[in-house]
């Protein structure tokens, strides 16, 4: 049975005095008894640091992203065994600010996850296209070609360490939205995917976080829809009371 997982992506934010402050408001709002498992992803220079903070806790930690080489001459990259040596055993790869701002390309993706599971890291992947796409009405080509290309290499047993987070590029900080149909539509989708390529078993234990702009204020519908398994959460993750608020409405 696949699980409910809420993710907080927190970006480029805070500081270590500041992460600190907002991983103890999250200990004293979030619920210690949920079955849904809860995530967050500061920023590399307090990972070592939320990771001790949060050791007692049931609060998951991920980075935001790593290299795909294991190590070398590639300055300001961040390997697989640095992140597992301090205690992280979690990444986002694929996030669409990293194929935007940073040219991350499916293939350099797929060679990201593969470092990844060689080093047993449970793995957010996240994929989904832009407002041109929909516009043209490629969203469902899109989606199938990033999964295809960035995902579709690994193994059968390697599901148990993935992750899906669909983001709707289109709809984040564009002024469009995407409903909760919209989003369940999208997700069903991925689902068949998943399935006409791996095991049917795969593809309904696979969890599907669904990373389009999610708030306390629409968190409960989209959450509702039988193919949602969750959220990537963004903005409504650096402020304490949203994301336990989101949490607690799986």
Known sequence: MRQNIVAGNWKMNKNVKETEDLLNELIDKLPHDTKTKIIVAPTFTNLAS???HLEFTNIGIAAQNMSQFESGAYTGEISASMLTSIGVKMVIIGHSERRAYFNETDFVLADKVSTALQHNMLVIFCF???LKDRQKNQHF???ENQLRDGLFHIKDNDWEQIILAYEPVWAIGTGETAT???AQEMHRFIRETVRNRYQSTIAEEVSILYGGSVKPENAK????????DGGLIGGAALNASDFATIVKSI
């Open 50 to 52: 939320a990771v001790n």
């Open 128 to 130: 989904g296209e832009e």
């Open 141 to 143: 080509n899109i989606v």
């Open 180 to 182: 909760p149909e919209q």
């Open 221 to 228: 519908e989209i959450f509702s829809k039988p193919d949602v």
